[in-house]
Structures are given as C-alpha cells and as structure tokens.
T-cell receptor, first 112, second 113 residues
Framework: DAEITQSPRHKIIETGRQVTLACHQT?????MFWYRQDLGHGLRLIHY???????NKGEVSDGYSVSRSNTEDLPLTLESAASSQTSVYFC???????????FGEGSRLTVL | AQSVTQLGSHVSVSEGALVLLRCNYSSSVPPYLFWYVQYPNQGLQLLLK??????LVKGINGFEAEFKKSETSFHLTKPSAHMSDAAEYFCAVSNQGAQKLVFGQGTRLTINP
C-alpha cells in the first residue's frame, strides 16, 4: 500500500542547532506540504511543493527551508532552531486538483 | 484570501446524541471544503469533502456535512455519537482546482458515556 512516512517521530534539540525532518511518500504525488500543529492554531502551512525543484513559502515559513530533488521526498530543515519552533510537524501529499491530503503520522519536535 | 472558522474549540455530547460541529468559511471563489479527523498521536484522515457536486455530502463513520452557500457554512453532523468518535476535527477550505488547504483551529469532540 502507498503511504507517507515521517522521521524522526520524536526529537529533542538545543536552541540554535540545525535539524532536518524527513518526509517520504510512495503515492507518486506531485504535491507535498509541511504543516505545523499548535494548540489554538490548528494546522498552519510552512512550505509546499508542486513538483520536483518547485518550492513555495506558506504562512509561517520564517526559520524553515525545504528542497525537492525527487518526487518522493520533501525534507524540512530548521537552520537554527528556536523554542518557538517546538511543535508537531505534519507532512502531507496530494494529487493535483483533488485537494485531498494524505498525512504522515507527525514529528514531535522539542527545542530546549 | 481564504479562511475557516470553527465555532467551539471543545464540544461534549452524550453517547447516542446528535453531533454537530460548526464550520464557517470565507472564500472569494467557489470553494472546495473538507472535514478531517485526528485521533490521538496520529495524522489527519479525510472524513468527507465537498467539490461543487451535491450539497449534502456523506462521509465515513456515519458523518455528513451540508454546504450552504448563503450561510457560508459547512457544518458536520452525525445522528448518534459513538465513543469511538472522540477525536479532534478540522474543517478546511481550498480554491477549486488549487492545491493548498487552509485549516480551521480544530474542535475537540468528547463523548460522555
């Protein structure tokens, strides 16, 4: 069965460190997204990609970057982690024009 | 810009009672609308979606939602709550044909025995 997997599922890092969250999907979807989930804010879009070598900023992109070198992967990098980036991060993918997102199980990041 | 407002961050109902979760949207173009459910420590799963066909949409687990353009609403209902319905529910909107979803803040549903 096709799926979308995230790693690591849990991570604790120190302020100022760099960390990369991996996202891998086997749906062969062109569209991939990164959201963060925080209490009272729902899900907020960080970055998204509509295909290989395409990346776009979402509403909360500051401090984050992504790259898309193939269809399957969209890693999310925090260049210098801040405590405000403590959150649960969700990767998702979708077929074009359907809008239906398929989510990974999330990565819980704690920045101390 | 599109937005979604979910009325009530926490809803509590008795087992067997009607479930009603409210969602209002704002969109300058005809929208696609979605309800997702999130169980503890899991990702989100699609419950149902409206994509400009029938205004009453049926989803999984007995849930349904009605698109009301005049009220800019897409409320989620289920006639009889079950303990397994306890979860967080998210309403989301996108442009027709566009790819990005904008989510509401979520509503946590608690079922009382």
């Amino acid at each position: 069965d096709a799926e979308i997997t995230q790693s690591p599922r849990h991570k604790i890092i120190e302020t100022g460190r760099q960390v990369t969250l991996a996202c891998h999907q086997t749906w062969n979807h062109n569209n991939m997204f990164w959201y963060r989930q925080d209490l009272g804010h729902g899900l907020r879009l960080i970055h998204y990609s509509y295909g290989v070598h395409d990346t776009n900023k979402g509403e909360v992109s500051d401090g984050y970057s992504v790259s898309r070198s193939n269809t399957e992967d969209l890693p999310l990098t925090l260049e210098s982690a801040a405590s405000s980036q403590t959150s649960v991060y969700f990767c998702a993918s979708s077929e074009e024009h359907t809008g239906e997102l398929f989510f990974g199980e999330g990565s819980r990041l704690t920045v101390l | 810009a599109q937005s979604v407002t979910q009325l009530g961050s926490h809803v509590s109902v008795s087992e067997g009672a009607l479930v009603l979760l409210r969602c209002n949207y704002s969109s300058s173009v005809p929208p696609y609308l979605f309800w997702y459910v999130q169980y503890p420590n899991q990702g989100l799963q699609l419950l149902l979606k409206y994509t400009s066909a029938a205004t009453l949409v049926k989803g999984i687990n007995g849930f349904e939602a009605e698109f009301k353009k005049s009220e800019t609403s897409f409320h989620l209902t289920k006639p009889s709550a079950h303990m397994s319905d306890a979860a967080e529910y998210f309403c989301a909107v996108s442009n027709q044909g566009a790819q990005k979803l904008v989510f509401g803040q979520g509503t946590r549903l608690t079922i009382n025995p």
